[in-house]
């Protein structure tokens, strides 16, 4: 077996793990005091933007959604430009899984294995090829391709899906998510407190100018 071949076999296998592994996407419905409670910043939380800014966004989405994929590559580079990096919103991402939820756990644990400087940049990379690996079945490629771009070959690749620790600390996370946020779908956006009622369409950047704009007073449009 050469080293390429052994190199992808254990890829394989950690994905494999992934898949039987005790992943759960939740699914509880929210309560009239669920997102009165939800907090503004959590330890965990991966963040963009100015930290005392007006303006909080948190959107809870999964790697493996193929919503939150179009709003990541059609909406929120508008919505960065315009509010993240002229220091109106902080905004906040928070990990959820839905299925395929071995899809969704590797996105984030990669992402989360690069470290914070390339966290987001992981993320975007899973969500531009997403479509593809979807249509090809070929997710190794995928996770492989994201990857290499944060410099993470694919020993370590296999070594970030491969932790344990990590895998139960996301889990986790989603569990508390579902629980005390009341968060049953993705994206799931709560602006300064409040949830984004439901929405007949794909999240458009006019729903968030209509619960943001309010919020910044005349001086801060």
Do not use: W
Request: hydrophobic share 45%; glycine share 6%; net charge neutral.
């Amino acid at each position: 077996m050469t080293a390429s071949t052994h190199r992808r076999r254990c890829l394989a296998l950690a994905i494999a793990a992934l898949a039987s592994a005790a992943f759960a996407a939740p699914a509880l419905a929210a309560g009239p005091s669920a997102a009165a409670s939800i907090a503004a910043s959590r330890p965990e939380d991966m963040s963009l933007g100015r930290a005392k800014a007006p303006v909080t966004v948190i959107e809870y989405a999964s790697a493996s959604c193929p919503h939150c994929a179009r709003f990541n590559n059609d909406v929120f580079p508008e919505f960065r430009k315009k509010y993240i990096d002229t220091g109106k919103v902080r905004y906040v991402f928070r990990e959820f899984l839905t299925e395929p939820v071995q899809v969704a756990a590797a996105g984030f644990l990669l992402a989360r294995c690069a470290g914070p400087g390339k966290y987001f940049q992981v993320l975007d990379d899973y969500f531009h090829g997403q479509a593809k690996a979807y249509e090809t079945g070929d997710i190794k490629s995928l996770i492989l391709s994201a990857g290499a771009h944060a410099g993470l070959d694919e020993a370590k690749v296999t070594a970030c899906l491969s932790d344990q620790a990590a895998a139960e600390a996301l889990n986790a996370r989603v569990e508390r998510y579902a629980r005390e946020d009341g968060v049953d779908s993705t994206p799931t956006f709560v602006v300064n407190g409040k949830k984004l009622p439901p929405l007949d369409h794909e999240v458009t950047l006019k729903d968030l100018d209509d619960a943001i704009q309010p919020l910044l007073g005349a001086k801060g449009r």
